[in-house]
């Protein structure tokens, strides 16, 4: 039977114990020559970069983050950014000159970068030119698209000349090894963290203003359409049916379509793009996840932190994360009836539903800030016994 600690602390989503780090890498908290990192990368709002680089900045001595554009200012994180034309090609050619001169007159220890293209790519070059070890932080698109792609052999190629790797969860951890052919020690497993402290209680379900609920990008790889259905087809057999979708995207227009098809204008509610969805999330008693493709989003994370049931595909790392019937519905492969059927079977066992989402909450143990540091910690080991070497050889 599973459990919290067979779930969310089994060995499969720890990089290791700390007395196998430092037989792993020779490289301990004492050592350690990773101390001054450059973060390149180009985070779109604040939230970001209080996930992807706000724990790497409590794990190292300083970090710059060099990024297209500056937010509000995080504690211990330095930021810059070039000029914004508004023109792309030309943005990129002024972060490329940015990161060139950055990262030489700097004189920083180690580069990280998230997603390969573009930034892993600057990263990889100033790591290169500055005989300093580079980190990619994966969190899907790499490794499920451009990898596997007619053009994947040069892609995998770029991503084995990083000296560590990250991804979101198990199943990519062991794709990078056994497709990518990157040693399992120089891969990691990087949390996509929420701050645990956001989250309330949850709420009894009659004071749940929605019964379903989604999230995220409209666009063609979230199927929105596919939610629409299936709100159709739970409220044929519970008519009182309340859901919402909170999300916007290049499919909006369709989707409204959809609901004025299905003649549920009523029932599904588009309040389009929420900055904080997490108070929907907690006014919820079903998450559902539509997604054709994705690593291991954060939407269903925040939604299990919430304590709100998810229904989802095993697509990604997400079938490392939910045990079907014990922390949420695993649908496999995913149809709008087979949805539809355990939404439904949610809704009408509230017990149930309680039970799962108690178990949902777990989650919060191994996604927090706290442990994405940890992560980090990790990834800064691999990168200082890279360090080592490449001195040692000089």
């Given at each position: 039977?599973?459990?919290?600690?067979?779930?969310?602390?089994?060995?499969?989503?720890?990089?290791?114990?700390?007395?196998?780090?430092?037989?792993?890498?020779?490289?301990?908290?004492?050592?350690?020559?990773?101390?001054?990192?450059?973060?390149?990368?180009?985070?779109?709002?604040?939230?970001?970069?209080?996930?992807?680089?706000?724990?790497?900045?409590?794990?190292?001595?300083?970090?710059?983050?060099?990024?297209?554009?500056?937010?509000?200012?995080?504690?211990?994180?330095?930021?810059?950014?070039?000029?914004?034309?508004?023109?792309?090609?030309?943005?990129?050619?002024?972060?490329?000159?940015?990161?060139?001169?950055?990262?030489?007159?700097?004189?920083?220890?180690?580069?990280?970068?998230?997603?390969?293209?573009?930034?892993?790519?600057?990263?990889?070059?100033?790591?290169?030119?500055?005989?300093?070890?580079?980190?990619?932080?994966?969190?899907?698109?790499?490794?499920?698209?451009?990898?596997?792609?007619?053009?994947?052999?040069?892609?995998?190629?770029?991503?084995?000349?990083?000296?560590?790797?990250?991804?979101?969860?198990p199943t990519h951890r062991r794709r990078l090894h056994r497709s990518v052919g990157i040693p399992w020690h120089r891969t990691a497993i990087l949390a996509n963290p929420v701050d645990v402290d956001q989250f309330p209680d949850p709420k009894p379900d009659l004071e749940r203003r929605y019964d379903v609920v989604w999230v995220g990008r409209m666009t063609a790889e979230k199927q929105p359409l596919f939610f629409v259905d299936v709100v159709a087809a739970v409220a044929e057999a519970a008519p009182s049916l309340r859901a919402v979708?909170?999300?916007?995207?290049?499919?909006?227009?369709?989707?409204?379509?959809?609901?004025?098809?299905?003649?549920?204008?009523?029932?599904?509610?588009?309040?389009?793009?929420?900055?904080?969805?997490?108070?929907?999330?907690?006014?919820?008693?079903?998450?559902v996840l539509t997604s054709e493709r994705d690593a291991l989003p954060l939407t269903l994370i925040e939604a299990m932190a919430s304590g709100t049931v998810p229904v989802a595909p095993a697509v990604g790392n997400v079938g490392d994360l939910l045990v079907d019937g014990w922390n949420g519905r695993v649908v496999d492969p995913p149809t709008v009836d087979g949805v539809a059927t355990a939404v439904e079977d949610l809704l009408a066992d509230p017990d149930r539903s309680a039970r799962l989402g108690t178990n949902a909450r777990g989650v919060r143990d191994r996604f927090s800030y706290d442990t994405a540091s940890e992560d980090w910690r990790h990834v800064i080991r691999v990168l200082a016994r890279s360090a080592q070497r490449e001195s040692g050889e000089r």
């Open positions: 039977m599973a459990t919290a600690e067979s779930v969310y602390g089994s060995d499969s989503w720890r990089n290791s114990s700390d007395s196998e780090r430092g037989a792993e890498t020779g490289v301990t908290e004492e050592n350690q020559s990773v101390d001054r990192v450059l973060f390149v990368y180009g985070p779109t709002n604040v939230g970001k970069i209080e996930r992807h680089v706000k724990p790497l900045a409590d794990a190292v001595e300083s970090t710059t983050l060099v990024c297209t554009s500056t937010g509000p200012e995080v504690d211990g994180l330095r930021q810059i950014a070039p000029p914004a034309t508004g023109y792309r090609l030309f943005d990129l050619l002024l972060m490329t000159v940015l990161t060139a001169v950055e990262s030489v007159r700097g004189e920083y220890d180690a580069v990280v970068t998230v997603s390969l293209f573009p930034h892993g790519c600057l990263g990889l070059l100033a790591a290169k030119y500055n005989r300093v070890p580079a980190h990619l932080g994966i969190i899907g698109c790499d490794i499920d698209v451009h990898a596997r792609a007619w053009y994947g052999r040069p892609v995998r190629w770029l991503i084995r000349r990083f000296d560590a790797v990250s991804v979101p969860g979708m909170i999300g916007d995207g290049a499919l909006s227009t369709a989707v409204e379509e959809r609901i004025a098809e299905r003649g549920l204008e009523g029932t599904l509610e588009t309040p389009g793009w929420i900055e904080d969805p997490i108070p929907w999330y907690a006014d919820a008693s079903v998450f």
